[in-house]
């Protein structure tokens, strides 16, 4: 093995590994995005006109907080915030769908690259410290793709390789039948993608609207597998956690896990009064930090909350956490 050889460590395989490096983060960004503009799209909370969980009531609630980096890009939403919202959602399936099948790639990661960083200029701009921010993280993930592309499995790497055999006059015969079978093949595959997340789409509204916007729940969920915002049973576990109460300090509180796998915290805004509310924040569905100097603090976007009450006290969020009922009995503090 030659000298150079032994410097590049790899020869062959390590310039293969070096095409395919980015292609797990872009199917990552490809699926998340997606993912976002159908949990929007399918919310009915998010896109009425008003109401708790609505934009308009997001909107709001970051503008009473004064959180933005700029706050004219609120106050232009505000005018209309159901089109902002729609296009938001619509910008992200549309980002999600090029940089997974890398058709236009470049042009899709500029969009999902814009549309982080206004989240992150209106929403995650005072997260502290801010690499708890994951819009910014999100942003700085786009920007390989915005300078390189997608050069492997694409649709756009397949239709450069055909120009380029085109230009040099290569495609004859049966290449060329082949070859437009093959294109034929990845754009009917591309349509059924479209098709088979758009009719997802229209199925998943159109059960939502059958149960009626008041009662359903969005189907935002949070880690624990619960829709964030709307508990089965409002102010009530499913019951059966404990924690002794000498492990709840005065002015702090202990973590539990409820028996549907969600996890609370029980606290002791005085000693003897005890409550207990989720751990899953109300606007995104992030788990809150543990209680500190009486509040709740979400490290995802900022939101904070009252850890006696579970009142919101900094938007985003604009419900409360979810209060859970509990007993004091036999030295121990039971969750209902």
Same mark, same amino acid.
């Given at each position: ?16 590994a070096s095409r395919y490096a980015l292609l797990p983060l872009r199917i990552f960004l490809g699926i998340t995005f997606i993912y976002a503009g159908m949990d929007k799209l399918t919310d009915p909370d998010f896109l009425a006109a008003s109401g708790a969980g609505s934009m308009a009531d997001q909107l709001n609630g970051i503008d009473k ?64 410290? &801010? ?6 993280? &999100? ?17 756009d790497a397949r239709l450069a390789a055909r120009r380029d055999q085109a230009a040099r006059g290569v495609l004859a015969g049966a290449g060329r039948s082949r070859r437009s079978v093959l294109d034929a093949g990845a754009a009917v595959l591309g349509l059924g993608a479209v098709g088979g997340v758009m009719g997802g789409v229209g199925l998943? =509204?159109? =059960?939502? +609207? ?27 576990? =499913? ?25 609370? &915290? ?18 995104? +569905? ?15 976007? +900022? ?34």
């Amino acid at each position: 093995m030659s000298h150079a050889a032994a410097e590049d460590g790899g020869g062959p395989w390590r310039e293969t590994a070096s095409r395919y490096a980015l292609l797990p983060l872009r199917i990552f960004l490809g699926i998340t995005f997606i993912y976002a503009g159908m949990d929007k799209l399918t919310d009915p909370d998010f896109l009425a006109a008003s109401g708790a969980g609505s934009m308009a009531d997001q909107l709001n609630g970051i503008d009473k907080a004064g959180s933005a980096a700029i706050p004219a890009m609120i106050d232009l939403a505000l005018k209309a915030p159901e089109a902002f919202g729609t296009a938001i959602a619509f910008g992200e399936l549309a980002v999600g769908l090029g940089v997974l099948c890398g058709l236009l790639t470049r042009l899709a990661a500029v969009g999902g690259a814009l549309i982080s960083l206004s989240l992150w200029l209106t929403v995650s701009w005072q997260v502290e410290p &801010y690499y708890y921010g994951n819009d910014l993280v &999100y942003l700085m993930a786009w920007l390989p793709f915005v300078l390189a592309g997608a050069p492997v499995l694409s649709l756009d790497a397949r239709l450069a390789a055909r120009r380029d055999q085109a230009a040099r006059g290569v495609l004859a015969g049966a290449g060329r039948s082949r070859r437009s079978v093959l294109d034929a093949g990845a754009a009917v595959l591309g349509l059924g993608a479209v098709g088979g997340v758009m009719g997802g789409v229209g199925l998943w =509204r159109g =059960r939502s +609207g059958d149960s009626g916007a008041s009662a359903a729940p969005t189907p935002s969920t949070s880690p624990s597998g619960n829709p964030s915002g709307a508990p089965s049973s409002p102010g009530r576990a =499913r019951g059966g956690a404990s924690v002794a109460v000498k492990a709840v300090p005065v002015g702090g509180g202990a973590k539990v896990m409820e028996s549907s796998g969600s996890a609370a &915290y029980v606290v002791q805004p005085k000693q003897g009064e005890f409550a207990a509310f989720s751990a899953i924040c109300t606007h995104s +569905g992030c788990p809150v930090d543990p209680p500190k100097e009486g509040r709740f603090n979400c490290p995802c976007h +900022g939101s904070v909350f009252d850890a006696a009450t579970g009142e919101v006290l900094n938007g985003p969020a604009t419900k409360p956490l979810r209060r859970i009922d509990v007993r004091e009995q036999g030295g121990r503090v039971e969750l209902q």
